[in-house]
């Protein structure tokens, strides 16, 4: 399928993965709006890239009832969703409280899912649509101290998996994409990107896997795929 002219929202768009992937959807000619909490970061990626820009957090659901609002006005559809914002959260059990729960869960449980309502509404309505999750290989198996973090993408698996049976017949695919460990500002309290391994994977790998499931032709989708570093030990 060709990406020129395809109008994408991507939340967490400002930086790691959220910018790779707007950079090579703007190489292959979409629009990209990008969202996120930083306003001077997304002013800035934005001015970088060349794509639009919309100050939202996708845990306030009037700000992503006005996200949607303005891709419509601006671009008079909407193509497709990466549900990229995500934060870390981990805890011995003994350790886990109600409130880290939740502050994680906010954003990438109920955030994407807020999200996936409402492109839904839109997709159905047009008859086509795609929603990409990003999830991460702790939605696979569950690790020392995750409790936090990994249960927030399983559940994210399990929203993925109840939208494809639900959208399919609306010719809607709903993609989940399981990086392992990105060196990102992800999980660093004051969001300083960290420096890339040679060993490890890059943003580049996993935006390389989203485009490339994007282009395939509307009649398939990939339901899930995982990616990993060859050797990161």
């Not at 109600?98 to 409402?118: D, I, L, S």
């Amino acid at each position: 399928m060709n990406l020129i002219d395809k109008v994408y929202i991507i939340t967490g768009g400002s930086s790691g993965l959220g910018k790779a992937f707007a950079h090579e959807l703007k190489v292959n000619f979409a629009d990209v709006i990008i969202t996120g909490r930083d306003l001077e970061k997304l002013k800035s990626v934005s001015e970088e890239l060349g794509c639009s820009y919309f100050h939202a957090d996708v845990t306030n659901d009037e700000e992503i009832d006005a996200l949607m609002e303005f891709t419509l006005k601006k671009f008079k559809k909407l193509d497709g969703i990466i549900n990229n914002a995500g934060i870390g959260g981990w805890a011995p059990v003994e350790e886990l409280t109600r409130e880290k729960m939740q502050e994680v869960y906010n954003v990438n449980v109920f955030g994407a899912a807020m999200m996936g309502a409402k492109a839904a509404k839109i997709f159905k309505e047009q008859n086509f649509g795609t929603i990409v999750n990003i999830a991460s290989t702790a939605s696979l198996k569950g690790y020392k101290n995750g409790s936090i973090y990994a249960s927030s993408k399983f559940a994210l698996r399990g929203m993925t998996q109840c939208w494809q049976a639900e959208l399919r017949p609306f010719n809607v695919r709903v993609i989940q994409i399981n990086p392992s460990e990105v060196p990102t500002a992800f999980g660093v309290d004051d969001r300083t990107e960290r420096s890339l391994e040679e060993n490890k994977l890059t943003p580049k790998e996993i935006a390389d896997v989203l485009i490339s499931s994007l282009k395939m032709d509307e009649r398939g989708f990939v339901p899930e795929v995982s990616v990993f570093a060859t050797n990161p030990f």
